[in-house]
């Protein structure tokens, strides 16, 4: 079983920054890629950024220039840096991961999430 722990949210006014961290532990083979999404109350999860096994990013259109996703593999952690914070960014944050087991399934894992507050 992988856990994930989130960190880093927090209260922040528009414009300012804030990281993200997401460290994965637990029985670990290989992980095929880690993602963020966000929900805000009542609105749907949407993702925000990937990063695969490979090292290939993506982001959604509405934070493609302001956040960047990276991963330190060697500590089994993925980050997400966000700049130019704004109010409609607020909302909790999760981390999703994508392991291929030592059984070569493939199985997914999510973050209890963490919440991010931008003020205008």
């Known amino acids: 079983q992988v856990q994930l722990v989130e960190s880093g949210g927090g209260l922040v006014q528009a414009g300012g920054s804030l990281r993200l961290s997401c460290a994965a532990s637990?029985?670990?083979?290989?992980?095929?890629?880690m993602r963020w999404y966000r929900q805000a109350p009542g609105k749907q999860r949407e993702l925000v950024a990937t990063?695969?096994?490979?090292?290939?990013?993506n982001y959604g259109d509405s934070v493609k220039g302001r956040f960047t996703i990276s991963r330190d593999n060697a500590k089994n952690t993925v980050y997400l840096q966000m700049n130019s914070l704004k109010p409609e960014d607020t909302g909790v944050y999760y981390c999703y991961v994508e392991e291929t087991t030592v059984d070569y399934l493939d199985a997914d894992y999510w973050g209890k999430g963490t919440r991010v507050i931008v003020s205008s």
């Open positions: 637990g029985s670990i083979f290989r992980i095929n890629a």
């Open positions: 990063i695969t096994r490979g090292g290939s990013t």
